[in-house]
């Protein structure tokens, strides 16, 4: 954990980062309704990944007890069309238009009432990568694209990938920007069995690297709070949302009590 400084010249007060996950990116929703138990908002917020999918519905206004009713009683079905895509196993279209209706009126990242960023892969040049402004569908599903499971998403005529691929943790992004920075890593590791199909090869590949390069950002913020209780939810295991929204809003909100950010 970095020392937080008064003299630091920020352009904003308090910055969210959010990681990569998959499912256990409902723990974020729980970790803003923490946030804001707190008497805290932020002014700015960075996601990669689900992070991604969690900042841009709460920049757009959406509360964390809303975007947790967006994946209620839902399955991965609903999101993916289960067709096989050119360079991918699955498609997002059903959630992009899910995503669209849910981020209402917002079709640019800067139109956003709150300033976002997405973290993504650059898979042409093998670099990370930000957005914080464009379209935002084309950059949340690129950020979320996990190789082999979904295609890449061509972006100007570059190619980009999960941000989680190289950094599954957006605090380098905005730490610079923030006086303040908390952290949220929803994506502990789990020792498995060897996967027995290319689909489970893929994601322990992806978990693996997630969580070999996040170690540094966690470092660079003022709170980082972790949730090692959902290591053992899949990816894209939807059945258990409410103890991930939980497990978020419990260890946020006893981070922010310890480094005594509780204002209320």
Not at 46 to 63: D, F, K
Not at 111 to 132: A, C, M, Q, R, S
Not at 205 to 226: F, G, H, I, P
Request: aromatic share 8%; proline share 5%; charged share 20%.
């Amino acid at each position: 954990m970095v020392e937080s400084t008064q003299k630091r010249l920020c352009r904003y007060s308090l910055g969210v980062a959010l990681s990569g996950g998959g499912a256990r990116g409902l723990a974020h929703a729980g970790a803003l309704a923490a946030i804001e138990e707190a008497g805290l908002r932020p002014d700015v917020i960075a996601g990669v990944s689900a992070g991604s999918i969690a900042a841009v519905l709460y920049a757009a206004g959406r509360t964390p007890a809303q975007i947790l009713d967006i994946f209620k009683d839902k399955g991965f079905r609903d999101f993916v069309d289960l067709r096989p895509r050119k360079g991918g196993i699955f498609s997002m279209l059903p959630f992009m238009k899910i995503l669209k209706k849910n981020i209402g009126q917002y079709n640019l990242i800067e139109e956003l009432p709150i300033p976002t960023y997405v973290g993504v892969t650059d898979f042409d040049h093998g670099i990370p990568v930000e957005f914080h402004s464009g379209e935002i569908i084309p950059r949340v599903m690129a950020s979320c694209s996990i190789p082999i499971v979904f295609r890449p998403v061509e972006i100007d005529g570059v190619h980009y990938v999960d941000g989680g691929v190289l950094r599954n943790h957006p605090a380098w992004i905005i730490r610079e920007q923030c006086q303040t920075l908390i952290g949220i890593n929803v994506s502990p590791l789990k020792s498995v069995h060897n996967p027995d199909s290319l689909y489970g090869v893929a994601m322990r590949t992806y978990n693996l690297m997630a969580k070999a390069n996040q170690r540094n950002d966690m470092n660079l913020c003022d709170v980082s709070v972790e949730t090692p209780e959902i290591a053992g939810y899949r990816t894209f295991d939807l059945r258990f949302i409410q103890n991930l929204f939980l497990s978020g809003y419990i260890h946020t909100r006893k981070a922010l009590r310890e480094a005594g950010l509780w204002k209320k």
